[in-house]
């Protein structure tokens, strides 16, 4: 029998570190004025983390004790302390650590080569906090196949699979990495038509070389070859054979010399002459799930960037004046998306031609670079011709929502009736009470206290925002 004393011994090492006896090396992370230096030891470096025991054998830069210097300055040190107590200490105590530390970490962790704790934290993001890497979820993908991060590559691709336009609809989608394209676009279960997948695909490419002209009529054969060239890897995940006819001459026959001769040929065939024998590789239509129209006895699903189901139910619950616990899954709302800043763009203008006159509105945004989602309900809605003017209604109400680590939500009922809504189409979009959650046009929403009974968040002013998205409420 084996008797262990790891956690004396982690402790010990702490000690170690925090102490600074002995040690041999400094690690300067950071930029002045905010750099911090560690004193570390080689010996420990050598067998916990060999990427720094490298950096320590090439470093060149000694102080006037002969220690020598190694130099992170890309490197924050919060990260650092926390990769430290896991070299020394092999702990991470990530309890109240906003999830977008931890993703930081993570990213240092992998250039610190440590794959244990690569590992570890992959699967602590996936399991504590799916909300925000949904909420962040271009960012993660990205990042996932840039790092090589098997872990959420393959959570993110699970949940691409089913809600396709949480990639291929951001803003973010051009700028995919091509292995990260051709891992979704090769699934069997992507849940989207494949006349789409060939317009996304094509536009991918086109985007990948500015150079091509922005009129298809204007390509000359060099431009093809260029396109061509871009999707080698991509073209052969298509399945040609399942698009429509019609579709096959609007869209495909277009860019018909991207593709190889014979397979145009049997395309055409396979399109307007089905009884003649084809020769090329016909791969399986896409497994698509047929959803029925919603019911209250259907599971409920919301298409956000922003909210979760639990979110929309908190939502509802407010709307009912009912317990949320009964609306998770079957939500007694439809939440139907009209605006997405990211997708239908953020000026004023838009939201007043998607918006106007629409009742029964909830808005809610995404804060910049925090878990904060704030958001508000008009039930009366937003009226152009009232310019000026507020409208008057008692069922408004503006709010925060648990997410990330934001513990408690936060409802605050509108108190002046008078002064609930206010419409004013020049400089702001969707506003209420005047000062009390309003947008600015742009990334920029205002948050105050005039017509409803508290703040939303802890300080009042303007705050910058991610996303923002604007759903028409209606009983299923």
């Known amino acids: 029998m084996t008797l262990n004393f790891y956690e004396n011994l982690s402790n010990d090492y702490v000690k170690l570190l925090e102490n600074g006896n002995e040690y041999n090396i400094i690690i300067e992370v950071g930029e002045p004025p905010v750099m911090q230096t560690f004193k570390v030891h080689s010996t420990v470096l050598c067998y916990r983390c060999p990427y720094l025991y490298d950096e320590f054998k090439k470093s060149t830069i000694n102080n006037d004790d002969n220690i020598k210097i190694i130099q992170k300055p890309q490197i924050s040190a919060k990260d650092f302390n926390f990769i430290l107590k896991y070299i020394y200490g092999a702990t991470v105590n990530l309890e109240k650590v906003e999830t977008s530390i931890i993703f930081d970490l993570l990213m240092t962790a992998n250039q610190f080569q440590l794959e244990e704790l690569v590992e570890r934290l992959q699967t602590f993001l996936i399991e504590n906090h799916p909300s925000w890497l949904k909420l962040k979820f271009s960012k993660i993908y990205n990042s996932s196949f840039q790092t090589d991060f098997k872990a959420l590559q393959n959570y993110c691709n699970d949940i691409i699979a089913k809600h396709p336009n949480l990639i291929f609809e951001s803003n973010d989608f051009n700028t995919l990495p091509e292995a990260a394209l051709v891992s979704i676009i090769q699934r069997d279960d992507l849940q989207l038509e494949e006349s789409k997948i060939w317009d996304y695909v094509i536009q991918w490419g086109i985007s990948q070389n500015k150079t091509l002209p922005s009129n298809i009529d204007d390509w000359v054969d060099k431009d093809f070859q260029i396109l061509k060239n871009t999707l080698q890897q991509c073209l052969p995940h298509i399945r040609y054979f399942q698009i429509s006819s ?41 497994k698509i799930i047929t959803i029925q129209l919603p019911n209250r006895g259907n599971t409920f699903q919301i298409t956000s960037l922003i909210i979760t189901n639990e979110h929309a139910a908190n939502i509802a619950s407010w709307i009912g004046k009912k317990e949320v616990t009964t609306y998770v899954n079957n939500n007694p709302y439809e939440f139907n998306l009209i605006l997405r800043g990211s997708r239908d763009g953020f ?25 904060e989602i704030l958001g508000g309900y008009n039930p009366i809605g937003w009226d152009f011709n009232l310019h000026g003017q507020y409208s008057t209604t008692n069922g408004s109400f503006i709010f925060s929502l648990k997410n990330g680590n934001i513990e408690n939500h936060i409802l605050s009922h509108v108190k002046n009736a008078s002064n609930a809504i206010y419409n004013y189409s020049y400089y702001y979009g969707p506003n209420f009470g005047g000062s009390d959650f309003r947008m600015y046009g742009g990334r920029s929403f205002y948050i105050g206290i005039n017509g409803y009974e508290k703040l939303i968040r802890k300080t009042s002013g303007e705050v910058l925002i991610d996303d923002y998205e604007v759903f028409l409420i209606k009983k299923r």
């Open 246 to 286: 019609g579709n096959i001459m609007e869209k495909v026959y277009p860019f018909q010399q991207i593709l190889n001769k014979k397979l145009v040929t049997d395309i055409l065939k396979y399109s307007m002459a089905s009884d003649k024998p084809i020769t090329s590789t016909i791969l399986p239509p896409r």
């Open 347 to 371: 000026g004023v203008n838009v939201f007043w031609n998607l918006c106007d006159q629409k009742t029964n509105l909830v808005v809610v945004v995404k804060v910049k670079d925090t878990d």
